[in-house]
């Protein structure tokens, strides 16, 4: 098992060497913006259930469990996750991309230009987030924690 260095809110990759692509990218976007933007980890321990993301281009899922003193990026779909992300890795960079203002609630990253390209992949079901309506809070949480921006 490898742990990142980030004393505060560590983010731990369970599979370690044999985490998947999705586990590792996600993993490091997550690390970088905690070390980036501490401010986050708030955000993180306001995740209360699972986040899954499975790519459609390489078929590989990660799940993000974050608890009260780190975050556990595993292999896989794992339990029941409150929201689950279904895209290309192209498209989870878009996300990435994305500004998110005041703990993300405030999606201002959306009325940009490819903001509104992210917004019309989720209507056409090209980019697909379960949850995004009953769990709107976490999604919009999760977004702010694989921001870069």
Do not use: W
């Amino acid at each position: 098992m490898a742990t990142t260095t980030d004393k505060k809110y560590p983010v731990r990759i369970y599979d370690g060497d044999d985490a998947n692509g999705v586990a590792s990218m996600v993993g490091v976007l997550i690390e970088q913006n905690f070390e980036n933007f501490p401010n986050r980890i708030k955000i993180a321990r306001r995740i209360p259930r699972p986040v899954t993301v499975f790519s459609t281009d390489t078929d590989a899922a990660c799940t993000v469990v974050f608890g009260t003193n780190e975050a556990v990026v595993y292999n896989d779909v794992l339990g029941r996750p409150s929201v689950t992300v279904i895209a290309t890795v192209d498209q989870l960079l878009d996300v990435s991309q994305l500004e998110m203002r005041a703990g993300g609630l405030l999606p201002v990253g959306f009325f940009t230009k490819r903001g509104m390209s992210v917004l019309g992949n989720i209507l056409s079901h090209k980019l697909v987030v379960k949850g995004l309506l009953t769990h709107t809070l976490t999604s919009l949480r999760f977004i702010a924690l694989v921001s870069v921006v």
